[in-house]
């Protein structure tokens, strides 16, 4: 019995102290209050400036076949959620893109020109102006929106091949 008793006290002495520790660092964390989707989409520029420009012309590159092709992929009748969806993923792009100067830059061009998310063909000739502005920034070729569709295919008839 004394035994017994023994390892109950050698117990309480090692988990009992441990169990203060943890419940005394949970008190003491500081809990910040949840940001606002307004709060996480319009925050600054995360990434450093990028200086290697070989990797800042292929991320470009990369970069906008992704936008060009998301946007030929987005519903034509984009439901309120679908469209929120694709307005918050081009802010927080805009914040986490790896070149910070770029990011900055289009932070910029968002300022001025919002996304337009009401459809597919309207955010598909958002985004191709849009890429139209950084290219006459940078002064390559201006790329003529009436074409977009055709250089950037939604793959949807697919879709409809294989659903049936």
């Known amino acids: ?39 996480i989409d319009n925050g600054p520029v995360v990434m450093p400036h990028l200086k290697n420009s070989t990797i800042k012309a292929e991320l470009g590159q990369s970069s906008w076949k992704l936008l060009h092709t998301m946007m030929a992929r987005f519903p034509e009748h984009p439901t309120q959620d679908e469209k929120e969806a694709l307005r918050s993923f081009i802010y927080l792009f805009s914040r986490l893109y790896p070149c910070g100067e770029c990011a900055t830059e289009f932070q910029a061009i968002l300022a001025k020109h919002p996304p337009q998310v009401s459809s597919r063909e309207t955010a598909s000739q958002w985004a191709c102006a849009v890429h139209n502005i950084v290219n006459k920034r940078l002064q390559k070729e201006i790329f003529d929106c009436g074409k977009i569709t055709e250089k950037y295919k939604c793959g949807c008839d697919d879709e409809k091949i294989h659903k049936s």
């Open 1 to 39: 019995m004394r035994l017994l008793l023994l390892i109950l006290f050698l117990s309480l002495l090692v988990i009992f102290p441990s169990f203060l520790y943890l419940n005394y660092s949970v008190i003491q964390t500081p809990v910040e209050p949840p940001l606002s989707r307004l709060e």
